[in-house]
């Protein structure tokens, strides 16, 4: 499961896997698996007492490190807003909260 963003300024697509994100400790990152659903398009599930939790609220803006599906095509990191952090179980993830992604729209992307 992928998903497709299209870049505007170089009209390339890509298809991202998983992403990742450095912690308030230096050398330390916490890596996710990109999800979606049918009201989200891109969002992450994170587990109840993670230390990731500890480093980012909603409305933060932070800088993620986005792998492609396609591996011969190296991350990208994007700046990325943080929507909402909600604990929600009606996705499967009983101890899990669901993380909102908003991918900057000032870099130009767009969710297809």
């Given at each position: 499961m992928g998903f497709i963003f299209?870049?505007?300024?170089?009209?390339e697509l890509r298809e991202y896997y998983s992403a990742e994100f450095k912690l308030?400790?230096?050398k330390?990152?916490?890596?996710?698996?990109?999800r979606k659903s049918i009201s989200?398009?891109?969002f992450a599930v994170?587990?109840?007492g993670?230390?990731?939790?500890?480093?980012?609220?909603?409305?933060?803006?932070i800088s993620i490190r986005y792998h492609c599906l396609d591996k011969s095509i190296p991350a990208e990191?994007?700046?990325?807003?943080i929507k909402y952090i909600?604990?929600?179980?009606?996705?499967?993830?009983?101890?899990?909260?669901?993380?909102?992604?908003?991918?900057?729209?000032?870099?130009g992307l767009i969710v297809a």
């Open positions: 299209e870049n505007h300024n170089e009209g308030n400790h230096p330390i990152l916490y890596q996710f698996r990109i989200e398009p891109i994170i587990k109840e993670s230390e990731a939790l500890d480093n980012i609220k909603e409305g933060d803006i990191s994007k700046d990325t807003r909600t604990k929600d179980s009606t996705i499967g993830f009983k101890d899990h909260y669901v993380i909102g992604l908003d991918i900057h729209p000032e870099k």
